[in-house]
Structures are given as structure tokens and as C-alpha cells.
């Protein structure tokens, strides 16, 4: 299914990606493509592939915050249905239609975070803050770990020599920092310090999926922990939650202690299934949410990985995070940079950019887009995403391996950006 048939054309207009038609609502959307109300049903007719688009525009999410569409109830015999070119549907609006402008309600903070002369990220793949406001930036240049203050001061780093390559971070309750390592195919617990204190996965051992890259294509079969692992998650008990990852296709569930309870996930695009599970969080019923990169959604799990829904109003996202009232951010590489070689820019979908949802899946906010990358508050490939406690966002951008390193932008381009509320 098309991840996105609806998209905004200015205002409020709704509009079918497939012809253009458009309408102030889902409803006149509907009307302009011949379908009839009933009073209970609507009613489709028309060509066989005309059928389908139909099912596909009620069903998919509409973007930008315009609601959740879904059929409701199941078709007797839906192959002589769709032979007879009729179909009989129901669209339920499952939270109220709202508008939602690209006038954000965060202001990004110019030169935020002071790095001490000639030092540099290189690139910031991933960012954190500990229960003092205090900013962990992970990030692949000299320094691995940067420490700020809430204000931007440098505070100190730690490190060194320490990784093979740095990807995720996550802090938990207690301030203790994990760090996903991909090409060491490990997960690292430290202090907020800096001092080792556990180890996930056996160093540069990755496990057995059949790839032996970071094409996902190449994936065969689930592997154990780990193949490249991405990122990291801890539940309000404990319990550790990784993403795995660029050479696998799974979720794996350890004690606090690090033993290691369960896994799941296979390659595919189906429900359970990953193209490269790359960002992770749990909400507070303990469900466990996973950016699906590759198949541009968010899946969602019971604490024993059990599927329970999708949210398709995403594309190709990197990390998610739950703030203190259980919204969720979710930073979204688009299609126009941080694209595999086979893939190619597309124009006409977004860039980078980050989305705030409700805990219900209603968008709540969304902003950058990358159509000016090189600008503040724009962005090139949003790579992790944190919010601190007086609501302050931090983007992390994989600018380098993004693009950068190939002359696709400018190695100024910044790769840490901090926005505030309006």
C-alpha cells in the first residue's frame, strides 16, 4: 500500500496523490473520486484498480495531522466484489480532523553547544540528556562523548578510544548511559561519567544473518544479538530494549542485569517484520515503539513482541522518543539524502524533518522538510532525537555519511541542532 495517497495542497486542502483531486475534507476527497454516501456506507465503483485506490484512500493515514482513516468491518468475497467494480466501505475518522501548519512551535537556538577550539563532531549520529539537563553528544570525530551544560558550555568528554563506531544512545532513570556500537556489533553501559560497567553482545562478532554489509537486502534470516545494532531503550523497570539493526531484522529483550530474554522479528515488510529496525522507545502502558527505517513506519509491540498496530504518517525514521506527557518525537530522514546507493533522490517527497505525535498517533506538530538544509531550523538527515526536561528538542544529523563525505553537501553543514519552544 502507498504509504502516503493524501497530501496537504495548500491550506486545507486534502489532495489523492494518484490525480489531484482535492477537498476540504476526507469526505469531498471521497465524493470527487464518484463515490456515494449511504448514510452508514459509502459506495465505490468503477474499475478494478480505480477499486483499490479507494481502499487504499480510506484506509491510509492522511498527512500533516488531518487524521487516521480506516475501513471498518470485512468484505464477503472481496474478488467478486472488485469483479463486479462496486465496493461498499466505511470510513471512520478516528481522532478529529485538525490543520496543521508548517508554523512550528519550536524556534531553533542559533550555535548552540560550545566545542573548545579545533575540536569537532564530525558528525553527531545520536543525543542525550541525563536528569540534570546535562547534553551527551555521541558522535564519531576524536571525542566520542561531549558533555554541555543545559545552556551549550562544554562540560568535558570521555571516550576515547572506546569505539568502533559510534550510533545510539540512550540515558536511563538512574543516569546511566548505553551506547550502541554498529560495526563493534556492541552495547555499552556506562556512568555519567565515563566508567564501564556492562557489555551486550561480543565485541566484533556480529551474528549470524546472512549479511555481512549494511544492506538489509542481504538479510536471510533473524540473527541473535548483534549484527549492527542501532539503538537502545530501557523500560521504567529496567528492562533493556535494542534495535538490531543494520544486519538484522530484530528486537532484543534483556534483563537490567544483561541477560538476555527474548528476541523477535524477520525480514519483510509485513506485521513483526523489519527493513532495518533503527530507533526505539517505551511508552508508559510499556509498549515498545520501532522506527521500521526502510519501510517508513513506526511498529508497535507488547513488552513479549507482540504486534499491535503501525503508524504509516512517517518517512524513513531514524528515533523516536517519548517526552514526561507521552508525546512522541520522531526524527525522519525523507527520501532526499541518507540514501542507499541504489536509491535515488526524490524532490517531490519530503527531506529531513521531525514529527511530534500524540500518544493516540494525532500529529501534533511538524517541522524542517530539508528544503534548505544549510539553514537553521532545517535539516539534512535527523538521525536521533531527545527532549530534555523543560521541553527543549535535540536533533543529532549524520551529515557526513549522509552525504557530506560525498560532496553531496557542505561539510559545514551542522550536525547538532537544539530548538525551544515558541
Known amino acids: 500500500m502507498p504509504r502516503s495517497l493524501l497530501a496537504l495542497n495548500r491550506g486545507t486542502q486534502l489532495a489523492c496523490s494518484h490525480c489531484s483531486s482535492t477537498g476540504e475534507s476526507m469526505q469531498a476527497v471521497l465524493q470527487s473520486h464518484g463515490c456515494q454516501y449511504s448514510g452508514k456506507l459509502w459506495r465505490a465503483t468503477g474499475l478494478y484498480t480505480q477499486v483499490c485506490r479507494m481502499v487504499e484512500l480510506a484506509s491510509v493515514c492522511a498527512v500533516l495531522g488531518y487524521g487516521r482513516f480506516r475501513c471498518q468491518g470485512q468484505l464477503k468475497s472481496p474478488s467478486r466484489t472488485l469483479r463486479k467494480g462496486v465496493l461498499w466501505f466505511r470510513v471512520r475518522l478516528s481522532h478529529p480532523v485538525r490543520e496543521v501548519r508548517q508554523v512550528t512551535r519550536y524556534s531553533v ?62 540515558i536511563d532513570q538512574e543516569d546511566h548511559l548505553y551506547l550502541s556500537d554498529d560495526q563493534d556489533h556492541t552495547v555499552k553501559k556506562f556512568t555519567a561519567e565515563g566508567t564501564h560497567l556492562m557489555t551486550l553482545g561480543e565485541s566484533g562478532k556480529p551474528s549470524d544473518t546472512g549479511c555481512d554489509s549494511t544492506d538489509y537486502r542481504q538479510i536471510q534470516r533473524p540473527g541473535g544479538p548483534f549484527n549492527q545494532p542501532t539503538n537502545v531503550a530501557t523500560a521504567r523497570d529496567g528492562t533493556i530494549f535494542v534495535s538490531d539493526g543494520y544486519g538484522n531484522c530484530c528486537v532484543h529483550k534483556y534483563t537490567p542485569q544483561g541477560e538476555h530474554l527474548l528476541s523477535w522479528g524477520t525480514p519483510g515488510s509485513g506485521p513483526g517484520e523489519f527493513y532495518l529496525p533503527h530507533g526505539i522507545a517505551i511508552d508508559r502502558q510499556d509498549r515498545v515503539f520501532v522506527a521500521d527505517r526502510e519501510n517508513s513506519r513506526l511498529q508497535i509491540f507488547s513488552a513479549a513482541g507482540e504486534f499491535l498496530d503501525e503508524w504509516s504518517d512517517v518517512v524513513r525514521p531514524t528515533q523516536v522518543y517519548f517526552d514526561q506527557d507521552d508525546n512522541l518525537y520522531v526524527s525522519e530522514l525523507g527520501k532526499r539524502s ?75 553543514c551542522v550536525s547538532l541542532q537544539k530548538f525551544v519552544g515558541t
Open 109 to 170: 537556538v542559533a550555535d548552540w553547544g560550545k566545542l573548545p577550539s579545533g575540536w569537532s563532531y564530525y558528525e553527531a549520529t545520536s543525543v542525550a540528556v541525563d536528569s540534570q539537563d546535562r547534553v551527551y553528544v555521541f558522535n564519531r570525530g576524536e571525542h566520542p562523548v561531549i558533555v554541555f551544560d543545559h545552556e551549550g558550555n562544554f562540560i568535558g568528554s570521555w571516550g576515547e578510544g572506546e569505539f568502533q563506531r559510534p550510533h545510539g544512545i540512550w
Open 338 to 412: 541518507g540514501l542507499y546507493p541504489w536509491m535515488e533522490a526524490d524532490l517531490s517527497e519530503t527531506g529531513g524533518r521531525v514529527s511530534v505525535f500524540s500518544i493516540e498517533g494525532q500529529l501534533l506538530d511538524r517541522f524542517g522538510g530539508g528544503e534548505d538544509p544549510m539553514q537553521a531550523g532545517d535539516f539534512y538527515t535527523p538521525h536521533d532525537i531527545w527532549v530534555d526536561s523543560q521541553g527543549s528538542i535535540y536533533v543529532a544529523e549524520v551529515t557526513m555519511s549522509g552525504g557530506g563525505n560525498r560532496g553531496l553537501i557542505s561539510p559545514d
